[in-house]
C-alpha cells in the first residue's frame, strides 16, 4: 500500500512564528487531507488539497501530485495551535492511510 | 452541516462485557468507517461500509463486531475485549466509498478495558 511520511515528527516553536510541516507520499494520490488533533482527540478537517494551493486564515496548503508531497503553512503560530498535525491519503474500501504525524507545542 | 455524532465519549468495561459504539451522520454520505486510534500513532482503519455493505478488515478480531443499520447509523458492538484494546475509536464518513471524497471524523469514543 501507499506509504505516507511526514516531517518534522515534533516542533517546539514560539508564540507568533511561522512553521512549514511536509508530507511525502510514494504513489499518486488522487485525494489528500491534512487534519489538526486536538488534546481531546477530536480530528479536525483542515484542507482537502489532491492538488494545488489552498488557503484558510493563518494555514495554507500546497500539494505537488506530480513530485509527491504536501505542504502546509502556519504563520503567526497561537497556542491553539498546538497538537497533532496528520496528513492521509487514499480512501473507499482501504480507508485512508495516515503518516505519524507532527506534534506541534507552540509556546507563549 | 458536517458533524459526525459518537457515544458515548468515555466507556469503561470488563473483559467479559458486551457494549456497543455509536456513531451518527446526517449529511447523506454513504460511506462510513471505524478506525482504532493508540496512544501517540495515527489512526488506523478497521472497517468501511459503503452504500451498508461491509468491507471486511482481515486483520481485526472477531470480538469487534459492526453493523450498519441503515446509511445514517454505525454500530461496533465489543464483546470479550482484552485491555490491549483500550484506545480511542473514532467513526468517519465521507460521500462515497469510491476512493475521493473528504472524509469527516467523529469526536471519538475513548475506551479502557479493564
Known amino acids: 500500500g501507499i506509504q505516507v511520511e511526514q516531517s518534522p515528527p515534533d516542533l517546539i516553536l514560539q508564540e507568533g512564528a511561522n512553521s512549514t510541516l511536509r508530507c511525502n507520499f510514494s504513489?499518486?494520490?488522487?485525494?489528500l487531507q491534512w487534519f489538526h488533533q486536538n488534546p481531546w482527540g477530536q480530528l479536525i478537517n483542515l484542507f482537502y488539497i489532491p492538488s494545488g494551493t489552498k488557503q484558510n486564515g493563518r494555514l495554507s496548503a500546497t500539494t505537488v501530485a506530480t513530485e509527491r508531497y504536501s505542504l502546509l503553512y502556519i504563520s503567526s503560530s497561537q497556542t491553539t495551535d498546538s497538537g497533532v498535525y496528520f496528513c492521509a491519503t487514499g480512501g473507499g474500501a482501504d480507508g485512508l492511510t495516515f503518516g505519524k504525524g507532527t506534534h506541534l507545542i507552540i509556546q507563549p | 452541516d458536517t458533524e459526525v455524532t459518537q457515544t458515548p465519549k468515555h466507556l469503561v468495561m470488563g473483559m467479559t462485557n458486551k457494549k456497543s459504539l455509536k456513531c451518527e451522520q446526517h449529511?447523506?454520505?454513504?460511506?462510513m468507517y471505524w478506525y482504532k486510534q493508540k496512544a501517540k500513532k495515527p489512526p488506523e482503519l478497521m472497517f468501511v461500509y459503503s452504500y451498508e455493505k461491509l468491507s471486511i478488515n482481515e486483520s481485526v478480531p472477531s470480538r469487534f463486531s459492526p453493523e450498519c443499520p441503515n446509511s445514517s447509523l454505525l454500530n461496533l458492538h465489543l464483546h470479550a475485549l482484552q485491555p490491549e484494546d483500550s484506545a480511542l475509536y473514532l467513526c468517519a464518513s465521507s460521500h462515497s466509498g469510491g476512493g475521493l471524497g473528504e472524509q469527516f471524523f467523529g469526536p471519538g469514543t475513548r475506551l479502557t478495558v479493564l
Open positions: 504513489d499518486s494520490v488522487n485525494n
Open positions: 449529511m447523506g454520505h454513504r460511506a
